[in-house]
């Protein structure tokens, strides 16, 4: 007899189960609808594209994936782990490897403090036992994995270009070494010269890291260079 293959819910990084989502508006029959029974999953080095206009719910999608708000129904697993019922404790473990990286370059960094600065936090965080010139290395490869020069560290983030910055923050995501990261539309507000490297370079760091990555975005030809499978939300469907 032919041997089933079992999928088994560790083969993603994250799944999602009948999610059900509304806000509720003024006044009555004004509640919207985003989503209702929605399911998808990613896995490891997979790039899933996440697809519709403006106000569908793709950035409430990826929120939920990564328990920064909840839904009304249905269940979120990050490694298996159902998180909505996770304790404390083990959701806290869990969560630096749960990574977003958003459209707004001008917001991802403190404007006074030095980018090098805010990735040296996450660094001394994960590496604790770290010396001195051992945190300058990370940073540096860091910077490095992005295609950065190391020089850009003593940077003010209002130094950098919007490309430059979307690096950075996607730099300060990877030193948490994570398995699963929303990228929220996050070549929208770049040059098109540049939106390609970006992601191309998200292509290349799914592959060679094995990341699972939702990329969020509104321009489906972008998604179709990136992905091999895209969900597509639709707005007209919202309404109750
Ligand atoms: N906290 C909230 N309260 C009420 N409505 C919200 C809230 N957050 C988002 N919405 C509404 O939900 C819809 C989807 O928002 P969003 O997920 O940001 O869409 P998208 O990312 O596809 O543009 C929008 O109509 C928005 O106004
Ligand atoms: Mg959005």
Known sequence: MA???VEKMADYCIRAENLTKSFSGKGRNNSKVLYRDLSLAVRPGEIVGLFGPSGCGKSTLGDILLSLQLPDRGNVFWNGVN???AGRKKRKA?????????????????P??????????IVR??????????YRQQMAAAAQEVHLDEKLLDR?????????IQRFALARALLNNPVFLVADEPT???DYSVQANIIRLLMRLAEKRRIGILLISHD????????ERIMTLKEEDNKI
Request: include cysteine; proline fraction near 8%; glycine fraction near 10%.
């Open 220 to 227: 489906r030809s972008l998604l179709q260079v990136a992905c």
């Open 83 to 85: 998180v909505l019922q």
């Open 156 to 164: 003010y983030p209002i130094q950098l270009s919007g490309g430059e």
């Open 94 to 110: 869990l969560r630096p490897l749960f990574q977003k990286i958003h459209q707004d370059p001008g917001s991802s960094f403190p």
């Open 188 to 190: 929208s507000r770049l």
């Open 3 to 5: 041997e089933q293959r």
């Open 112 to 121: 006074h403090q030095l980018v090098g600065e805010a990735l040296y936090d």
């Open 125 to 134: 965080l994960r590496n604790p036992a770290l010396a001195g010139e051992g």
